[in-house]
Protein backbone atom coordinates (compact mmCIF):
# COMPACT_ATOMS: atom_id res chain seq x y z
CA UNK A 1 0.00 0.00 0.00
CA UNK A 2 1.46 3.45 -1.14
CA UNK A 3 -0.84 5.44 1.00
CA UNK A 4 -0.75 8.30 -1.96
CA UNK A 5 -4.50 9.26 -1.83
CA UNK A 6 -5.62 10.50 -5.00
CA UNK A 7 -8.98 11.71 -5.50
CA UNK A 8 -11.01 9.61 -7.34
CA UNK A 9 -14.51 8.46 -8.49
CA UNK A 10 -16.79 7.97 -6.08
CA UNK A 11 -17.63 4.07 -5.07
CA UNK A 12 -19.94 3.01 -2.31
CA UNK A 13 -19.14 0.43 -0.04
CA UNK A 14 -21.98 -1.47 -1.31
CA UNK A 15 -20.47 -1.57 -5.12
CA UNK A 16 -17.05 -2.49 -3.97
CA UNK A 17 -18.77 -5.25 -1.98
CA UNK A 18 -20.53 -6.43 -4.99
CA UNK A 19 -17.04 -5.85 -7.49
CA UNK A 20 -15.19 -8.17 -3.99
CA UNK A 21 -18.13 -10.80 -4.27
CA UNK A 22 -17.57 -11.30 -8.22
CA UNK A 23 -14.34 -11.73 -7.93
CA UNK A 24 -14.88 -14.23 -5.11
CA UNK A 25 -17.66 -15.80 -7.52
CA UNK A 26 -15.04 -16.32 -9.79
CA UNK A 27 -12.60 -18.07 -7.32
CA UNK A 28 -15.26 -20.73 -6.19
CA UNK A 29 -15.23 -19.44 -3.17
CA UNK A 30 -18.16 -17.43 -1.72
CA UNK A 31 -17.48 -16.91 2.16
CA UNK A 32 -14.00 -19.06 3.06
CA UNK A 33 -11.23 -18.13 4.19
CA UNK A 34 -9.45 -16.72 0.77
CA UNK A 35 -6.08 -17.78 -0.95
CA UNK A 36 -4.86 -14.65 -1.63
CA UNK A 37 -1.71 -15.23 -3.48
CA UNK A 38 -3.69 -18.07 -5.31
CA UNK A 39 -5.95 -15.15 -6.38
CA UNK A 40 -2.76 -13.28 -7.46
CA UNK A 41 -0.99 -16.14 -9.07
CA UNK A 42 -3.73 -18.17 -10.89
CA UNK A 43 -7.57 -15.99 -10.99
CA UNK A 44 -5.82 -12.44 -12.09
CA UNK A 45 -3.98 -13.80 -14.79
CA UNK A 46 -7.00 -15.91 -16.22
CA UNK A 47 -9.13 -13.07 -17.06
CA UNK A 48 -6.88 -10.06 -17.12
CA UNK A 49 -5.12 -9.65 -20.35
CA UNK A 50 -1.23 -9.07 -20.20
CA UNK A 51 -2.07 -9.36 -16.36
CA UNK A 52 1.70 -9.30 -14.49
CA UNK A 53 3.31 -9.37 -10.45
CA UNK A 54 5.90 -9.03 -10.05
CA UNK A 55 8.39 -8.65 -6.44
CA UNK A 56 10.99 -6.30 -5.75
CA UNK A 57 13.24 -5.89 -2.29
CA UNK A 58 12.88 -3.69 0.37
CA UNK A 59 15.22 -1.80 -0.64
CA UNK A 60 13.54 -1.15 -4.04
CA UNK A 61 10.37 -0.34 -2.62
CA UNK A 62 11.27 1.77 0.14
CA UNK A 63 8.31 2.07 2.94
CA UNK A 64 5.50 0.83 -0.19
CA UNK A 65 4.26 -2.38 0.75
CA UNK A 66 2.80 -2.72 -3.04
CA UNK A 67 2.53 -0.76 -5.28
CA UNK A 68 -0.53 -0.72 -8.73
CA UNK A 69 -0.34 0.60 -11.88
CA UNK A 70 -4.06 -0.64 -12.98
CA UNK A 71 -3.73 0.86 -16.67
CA UNK A 72 -0.26 -1.71 -17.37
CA UNK A 73 -2.05 -4.77 -15.20
CA UNK A 74 0.81 -5.35 -12.94
CA UNK A 75 1.33 -5.50 -9.40
CA UNK A 76 4.43 -4.63 -7.82
CA UNK A 77 4.65 -6.57 -3.99
CA UNK A 78 7.45 -6.02 -1.75
CA UNK A 79 8.59 -9.64 -1.24
CA UNK A 80 8.65 -9.53 2.46
CA UNK A 81 4.85 -9.09 1.83
CA UNK A 82 4.24 -11.82 -0.88
CA UNK A 83 6.09 -14.37 1.70
CA UNK A 84 3.91 -13.11 4.47
CA UNK A 85 1.05 -13.27 2.69
CA UNK A 86 1.60 -16.77 1.59
CA UNK A 87 2.22 -17.41 5.04
CA UNK A 88 -0.32 -16.47 6.22
CA UNK A 89 0.15 -12.98 8.04
CA UNK A 90 -2.84 -11.20 8.10
CA UNK A 91 -1.27 -7.40 7.45
CA UNK A 92 0.76 -9.00 4.14
CA UNK A 93 -3.01 -10.40 2.77
CA UNK A 94 -4.86 -7.21 3.04
CA UNK A 95 -1.66 -5.63 1.74
CA UNK A 96 -2.19 -8.20 -1.36
CA UNK A 97 -5.90 -7.91 -1.42
CA UNK A 98 -5.81 -3.84 -1.32
CA UNK A 99 -3.30 -3.93 -4.37
CA UNK A 100 -5.69 -6.39 -6.02
CA UNK A 101 -8.54 -3.81 -5.33
CA UNK A 102 -6.40 -0.48 -6.50
CA UNK A 103 -6.38 -3.04 -10.54
CA UNK A 104 -10.13 -3.36 -10.45
CA UNK A 105 -10.98 -0.11 -9.24
CA UNK A 106 -8.62 2.32 -10.51
CA UNK A 107 -8.28 1.79 -14.30
CA UNK A 108 -8.03 5.22 -16.12
CA UNK A 109 -6.36 7.06 -13.63
CA UNK A 110 -3.25 8.67 -14.62
CA UNK A 111 -0.94 8.07 -11.96
CA UNK A 112 -0.30 12.12 -11.70
CA UNK A 113 -4.24 12.32 -11.08
CA UNK A 114 -5.19 14.59 -8.34
CA UNK A 115 -3.33 13.62 -5.37
CA UNK A 116 -5.33 14.82 -2.57
CA UNK A 117 -2.99 17.30 -0.17
CA UNK A 118 -2.78 15.94 3.30
CA UNK A 119 -4.97 18.84 4.44
CA UNK A 120 -7.45 18.94 2.40
CA UNK A 121 -11.11 17.09 3.52
CA UNK A 122 -12.15 14.41 0.60
CA UNK A 123 -15.00 12.05 1.20
CA UNK A 124 -13.76 8.48 1.75
CA UNK A 125 -15.82 7.27 -1.16
CA UNK A 126 -13.69 9.45 -3.09
CA UNK A 127 -10.58 8.66 -2.11
CA UNK A 128 -8.42 5.80 -3.98
CA UNK A 129 -6.82 4.66 -0.52
CA UNK A 130 -10.48 3.99 0.91
CA UNK A 131 -11.65 2.07 -1.80
CA UNK A 132 -8.49 -0.17 -1.76
CA UNK A 133 -9.23 -1.00 1.63
CA UNK A 134 -12.81 -1.27 1.59
CA UNK A 135 -12.32 -3.83 -1.53
CA UNK A 136 -9.43 -5.95 0.46
CA UNK A 137 -11.66 -5.88 3.61
CA UNK A 138 -14.31 -6.42 1.76
CA UNK A 139 -13.02 -9.56 -0.50
CA UNK A 140 -11.17 -11.30 2.40
CA UNK A 141 -13.62 -10.66 5.08
CA UNK A 142 -17.05 -11.38 2.68
CA UNK A 143 -20.38 -9.92 4.42
CA UNK A 144 -21.91 -13.11 3.37
CA UNK A 145 -19.99 -15.10 5.84
CA UNK A 146 -20.60 -12.90 8.73
CA UNK A 147 -22.82 -14.05 12.18
CA UNK A 148 -24.79 -12.11 14.64
CA UNK A 149 -22.23 -14.66 16.78
CA UNK A 150 -19.09 -12.98 15.17
CA UNK A 151 -16.61 -11.76 17.33
CA UNK A 152 -13.53 -9.95 15.98
CA UNK A 153 -11.35 -12.82 17.55
CA UNK A 154 -13.44 -15.29 15.42
CA UNK A 155 -13.45 -13.30 12.10
CA UNK A 156 -10.16 -12.56 12.43
CA UNK A 157 -8.96 -16.31 12.83
CA UNK A 158 -11.81 -17.61 10.43
CA UNK A 159 -10.67 -15.52 7.40
CA UNK A 160 -6.82 -15.16 8.20
CA UNK A 161 -7.32 -11.15 8.74
CA UNK A 162 -5.62 -8.52 11.42
CA UNK A 163 -8.36 -8.12 14.18
CA UNK A 164 -8.36 -4.38 12.87
CA UNK A 165 -9.46 -5.50 9.84
CA UNK A 166 -12.34 -7.98 11.68
CA UNK A 167 -13.62 -4.80 13.32
CA UNK A 168 -13.86 -3.01 10.41
CA UNK A 169 -15.46 -5.69 8.88
CA UNK A 170 -17.80 -6.36 11.51
CA UNK A 171 -19.21 -2.80 11.73
CA UNK A 172 -20.24 -2.68 8.00
CA UNK A 173 -22.57 -6.02 8.40
Same mark, same amino acid.
Request: overall charge neutral; proline content about 5%; some cysteine.
Given at each position: ???????? /????????????? *? #??? =??? +??????????? =???? *???????? /???????? /???? !? #????????????????????? =????????????????? *????? +?????????????????? !??????? +????? /? *??????????????????????????????? #????
Amino acid at each position: MSGVRRKV /EPISRLKIREVAT *L #LRE =LVG +NKDGYLDIVGV =LEFT *LPKFIKDF /EYEFRTEQ /EMGS !N #LGLTIPDKNIIFLREDVYDGA =LGGDGHHRMTVAHEIGH *LLLHK +NIPSSFARIDPKESVPAY !NCSEWQA +NCFGG /E *LLVPHKGLTITDDPTSVSRKYGVTRKAAEIQ #LSKK
